[in-house]
């Protein structure tokens, strides 16, 4: 039973370009959504996150959008950056969090 | 502000031998949260401390995995004994309350210990 889905394992966007990640979900009754990136040998860290009750957050230049009848969120990223390369997992959270599955992005130079 | 702190980073060792993975949560943060990240899925929970209580061990395989979390600060994770598809990275998270940071409902992670059963 996956609850929250990241469809695309990778992605590849060239620097300067915007990068688009995807998430889906089942539970409404998940009440906040997470993005966090990873690097390899390292742990996880949070970028940003979005309450239920909101369909857009925004920093700096990251940016989630929540879309709540569709069960879709997505992180954007503009502009994408070499050092944007990473794995890049989305949350759900009731009384514990979900994770999805990761995406990898590749920023080409 | 000192982050979470795991330790080993890396251990191998052969099927059927114990392991034990240690935390030190960020100071103050009375949530705790082992999770496994097998090699291409996120991160599944694996127990949930609340101060020295445990608040969700549902998918903790508890005929060989274990975690203590005695005073409410420091945790250990054990694994006895080990199989092959044990191989995973267990991370160790803090929040300071269960729902995560206030506004952002952030988990902080340590960096993880990378376990290889051969």
Not at chain 1, 54 to 76: I, P, W
Not at chain 2, 93 to 115: C, H, I, K, Q, W
Request: some cysteine; glycine content about 8%.
């Amino acid at each position: 039973d996956q609850q929250v889905k990241q469809n695309s394992p990778s992605l590849s966007v060239q620097e300067g370009r915007i990068s688009i990640l995807n998430c889906d979900y089942t539970n409404s009754m998940f009440d906040y959504f997470l993005w966090y990136k990873k690097y390899p040998a390292e742990g996880p860290t949070f970028l940003i996150s979005i309450s239920s009750i909101k369909d857009k957050n925004e920093d700096g230049r990251f940016t989630v959008f929540l879309n709540k009848s569709a069960k879709h969120l997505s992180l954007h990223i503009v502009p994408s950056q070499p050092g944007d390369s990473a794995v890049y997992f989305c949350a759900a959270r009731t009384y514990k969090y979900i994770f999805g599955t990761g995406t990898r992005l590749k920023v080409l130079a | 502000e000192a982050g979470v702190a795991q330790s080993p980073r890396y251990k191998i060792i052969e099927k059927r031998q114990s392991v034990a993975f240690w935390c030190n949560p960020i100071s103050g943060h009375a949530t705790l949260y082992w999770y496994q990240q097998i090699l291409g899925q996120g991160p599944k929970l694996l127990i949930q401390f609340q101060n020295n209580g445990v608040v969700d061990d549902s998918q903790l395989p508890k005929d060989r995995f274990s975690a203590e979390r005695l005073k409410g600060v420091d945790s250990t994770l054990k694994i006895q004994p080990a199989k092959l598809e044990d191989s995973a990275v267990y991370l160790c998270a803090s929040s300071l309350v269960g729902g995560g940071a206030p506004n952002t409902g952030e988990l902080f992670f340590g960096e993880g210990s990378r376990l290889t059963v051969l």
